[in-house]
């Protein structure tokens, strides 16, 4: 028997939205000093030798605590699989195995010597999911039953309730600029490109948009403006997400190693990195203010991402590359539009204007760390779902190299933009007051 739900089905978009604020409001309810004013003990993870491992970390308190964080979270995913009328079966039984794998990421990295070496959660959950993916078969029903992007949009939404709008407001306007500027220069730069490399035009212009706008969404928005291809979506979603992968890691060296502040890495990772997701991570790797920043620049482009889409769209039309019937409206717009961002930009408004600043210190550390562990969940996902073969293929090569040229303009190009907007024109003071 089917346990797919035949009455209700949410986008996951306004999944990501709703059960964000679920949890938003039983962390209000539960922790604030006008509510409930309870205490929730989150587990450690924190060790620096054998003795802290099983004396703190794998005691049977802190085990009864990450139980209960499995039961708590299995049930948010079995919400998620019934709002959006995916394959709930599947995704209930890879569950499991999923958060297994991520809490043993958040083990090893918990220890101290992983710790210095600034090595997160999310990458040994990236290098499981990849291993395990790309060594051994995966089932169909593992990979119908993964949820990574779902995860990424409520962890973000989450992400937003520790935003306060005093500082979106100061530095988004430079964030937006940053994006208009990175998203004609880059876009057009890859589209000249692929057109070079012979790469048909469905494709490129699908490239283009993940590499200058917002990786996956974009691809997924473009993919639609146009009627793309299904197959190259596919490709292009994967290239995507692989290239995510080293440069989570390679970005934040990169920064600390040139000594950028926390304002410059954080303009630089959200522009330049091609997942919400990985960006975030990103941030977080290098420091608060740092993920704070990339969030605020990755949302603008993600504002950007409608407009783009539809502006796509008419071109396609105009110059007879696409067959639809219907004119493209305004509609194209909210439809492409992702609705996560405003998920986490009303968790913003609301954390920063309505709730008191002493609910806002009372919820801070717990949602900050849902939001961290529904992230550390999708990157688990991703690698799980990533595999390397379709990218080096011969079929896909040329679009492989210009993939990764654009990404690598992207990357000067978003770094020089950053530098002058933020700190040559000041955009990011108000992160430092």
């Not at 139980?67 to 499991?96: D, E, H």
Request: glycine letters at 8%; hydrophobic letters at 55%.
């Amino acid at each position: 028997m089917s346990m797919k739900s035949k009455k209700l089905q949410l986008t996951e978009d306004w999944t990501a939205n709703l059960l964000g604020f679920i949890i938003i409001f039983i962390a209000v309810f539960m922790l604030s000093p006008h509510f409930g004013n309870m205490s929730i003990k989150w587990p450690t993870f924190k060790w620096d030798s054998a003795e802290t491992l099983t004396g703190k970390v794998l005691s049977l308190n802190n085990l009864g605590k990450i139980g209960i964080l499995f039961i708590v979270f299995y049930i948010f995913t079995a919400l998620a699989g019934i709002f959006t009328n995916k394959p709930l079966k599947n995704m209930l039984k890879i569950y499991p195995a999923v958060f297994v794998l991520t809490i043993l990421a958040c083990i090893i990295s918990g220890n101290h010597y992983m710790d210095t070496w600034g090595l997160e959660t999310v990458i040994f959950c990236l290098l499981f999911g990849l291993i395990i993916s790309n060594f051994f078969k995966m089932p169909q029903w593992v990979k119908d039953g993964l949820t990574s992007e779902l995860f990424v949009k409520i962890g973000l939404v989450l992400l937003g309730a520790g935003i306060l709008f005093k500082s979106m407001m100061e530095a988004g306007v430079y964030g937006l600029v940053q994006a208009i500027v990175v998203i004609l220069v880059v876009w057009n730069f890859c589209f000249w490109l692929s057109k070079k490399m012979g790469v048909d035009r469905d494709l490129g212009v699908m490239l283009s948009s993940a590499v200058s706008i917002c990786g996956v969404s974009a691809a997924i928005a473009t993919s639609g403006a146009i009627k793309g291809d299904k197959v190259k979506l596919s490709y292009v979603i994967s290239l995507v997400l692989v290239v995510a992968v080293p440069m989570i890691i390679l970005l934040p060296l990169i920064a600390r190693w040139l000594g950028f502040s926390e304002v410059l890495a954080g303009a630089w990772f959200g522009g330049t990195i091609d997942t919400t997701g990985a960006v975030a991570a990103s941030g977080d790797f290098y420091g608060d203010i740092a993920e704070q920043v990339a969030m605020i620049v990755k949302s603008s482009q993600n504002v950007l991402l409608g407009i783009a889409a539809f502006v796509i769209s008419i071109y396609w039309s105009i110059t007879g590359q696409s067959d639809r019937e219907e004119k493209p409206t305004a509609r194209v717009i909210w439809d492409r539009f992702p609705k996560f961002v405003l998920g986490f930009v009303a968790a913003s408004l609301i954390f920063s204007f309505i709730f008191s600043g002493e609910t806002v210190g009372a919820t801070k550390g717990v949602l900050k760390s849902a939001q961290k562990l529904w992230f550390a969940l999708a990157f688990t996902s991703i690698g799980l779902e990533t595999n390397f073969k379709q990218l080096i293929s011969k079929t896909n090569r040329k679009a492989t190299y210009t993939f990764l040229i654009a990404q690598l303009f992207n990357i000067f190009v978003t770094l020089l933009v950053a530098w002058l907007l933020f700190e040559v024109m000041g955009g990011g003071d108000s992160f430092l007051e």
